[in-house]
């Protein structure tokens, strides 16, 4: 398995989309050492949402959630698409509700920080695991989570809170990723729409 060195060090082989150049270099300026940095998966993310942003804006979204949020780049992001509609009607200012969890406290202050930057009003923050922490079946529209997919044999850097539970995945890099599905099942609306990174050793 790779230390934590390891998964910091290599600088994302791809640049982030156009769009969200700026929002990845605010993001990089406020992680720090314990929060995972905006990489490759997350630009791939980013572009995933892009190329679905007129169905995403269509869809009228009231409730998002990313579950993960790490240093809120994908929260920010998705605010910024959804965002992008006319605000001529009866809706002045109404945009979806952005909800954001993380285990790790640091990535948790680390997105609070990052929306607030980004002028997102209508967002909160949770530090918490996965949807234990929420009450809101069936309510999410868009949900998007880079969950840990990295196989890892070493059970320690699932435990705790530190950085290494934003990419230690267990056997197969499955073992987050099967307990997270169900509750995803569990929130989302009935017309809700899912976006998770995943690689082909998840055998997805």
Not at 48 to 60: E, I, K, P
Not at 81 to 89: G, K, Y
Not at 100 to 128: E, F, M, W, Y
Not at 129 to 134: I, K, V
């Amino acid at each position: 398995g790779g230390s934590v060195g390891s998964m910091e060090d290599p600088e994302p082989a791809c640049p982030p989309p156009a769009w969200a150049a700026e929002l990845v270099v605010a993001a990089k300026s406020l992680i720090g050492t314990k929060v995972y940095p905006p990489s490759d998966d997350t630009f791939l993310m980013l572009e995933a949402l892009a190329d679905d942003a007129a169905l995403l804006r269509d869809m009228r979204p009231r409730l998002c959630l990313e579950l993960g949020s790490g240093s809120g780049t994908l929260s920010a992001g998705l605010c910024e698409l959804l965002h992008l509609r006319s605000c001529s009607s009866s809706e002045v200012g109404a945009g979806p509700m952005m909800l954001a969890v993380d285990k790790n406290p640091a990535a948790a202050a680390c997105t609070r920080i990052l929306l607030g930057q980004r002028h997102v009003t209508s967002a909160d923050v949770v530090q918490g695991s996965f949807t234990s922490c929420l009450r809101m079946k069936g309510l999410v529209d868009i949900c998007v989570c880079n969950p840990p997919y990295v196989p890892t044999e070493d059970e320690e850097e699932m435990e705790g809170c530190g950085i290494s539970i934003s990419w230690a995945g267990g056997a197969r890099g499955r073992e987050v990723i099967d307990r997270i599905l169900p509750q995803v099942v569990d929130v989302l609306a009935p017309h809700g729409l899912f976006y998770m990174v995943a690689i082909a050793e998840n055998l997805p």
